[in-house]
């Protein structure tokens, strides 16, 4: 598999196509799956030949292109990502104090975790905790559970950059979480996020591997109008 910043180029390239309403996932890789969020987001999730069983990427769009970009393990460790606005890539240093793992989440209802990310800026300290509160769900057919979970991240000096708590979506078919709702805090004060799904696509379905987003956008707009 290519590089990370061969990926990255490629995910830019094809997020900015002329041709419209589709992403493609790089050479060598599949998607599987699309998630239309309530955020004014749609993400798109693939696999690539030639990586370790269970290493999945995603990339988040909005209405003017790229968010986020990630990829995680079979265990959900926040392998690699790379945020597009404010620029920043993040890695994780292995091996973690305390790693995140999705067994231990499915067959416990509890998981704890303690791990660094490395970036230009520095070292960041990760922890928190995820739970099961409710299972059975389901959203656009899609069978899912609920957890809620905590999270905080600090500096090297132990000053915190960013701390959240909140609730987000588990499948254990794709072993993967899906946004929710976060109440976050960082140095520029408090927010409120819901990032929750709303259509599930599949290959072959209208929709799948889309670059627009549907849902939330007129609502953002009007939030963000200029004066």
């Not at 004060?189 to 007129?218: H, M, N, Q, R, W």
Request: with cysteine.
């Amino acid at each position: 598999m290519r590089g990370f910043a061969a990926l990255l180029l490629i995910c830019l390239a094809q997020a900015a196509m002329a041709d419209g309403a589709r992403f493609y996932p790089p050479e060598g890789c599949t998607g599987f799956l699309t998630v239309q969020n309530r955020s004014c987001e749609v993400t798109n999730y693939w696999t690539c030949e030639g990586e370790a069983a269970g290493d999945q990427w995603s990339i988040d769009l909005g209405p003017d292109g790229p968010i986020y970009l990630s990829k995680i393990d079979y265990e959900t460790q926040w392998i690699d990502s790379y945020e597009f606005s404010p620029v920043l890539r993040e890695q994780i240093v292995l091996p973690a104090k305390d790693p995140a793992s999705f067994t231990d989440l499915l067959r416990d209802g509890v998981d704890t975790f303690d791990f660094q990310l490395s970036s230009p800026e520095g070292i960041s300290r990760v922890v928190g905790a995820d739970r099961i509160v409710e299972r059975g769900l389901e959203i656009d057919g899609e069978p899912l559970m609920r957890t809620e979970y905590a999270v905080r991240v600090t500096a090297a000096d132990g000053t915190m950059i960013w701390e959240a708590e909140g609730y987000e979506y588990i499948s254990e078919k794709h072993r993967r979480f899906f946004t929710g709702l976060r109440e976050g805090r960082d140095q520029n004060g408090s927010y409120s996020y819901d990032g929750s799904p709303v259509d599930f696509i599949y290959p072959g379905e209208p929709g799948f591997f889309s670059k627009t987003p549907l849902y939330g956008c007129a609502a953002l707009t009007v939030r963000y109008a200029p004066n």
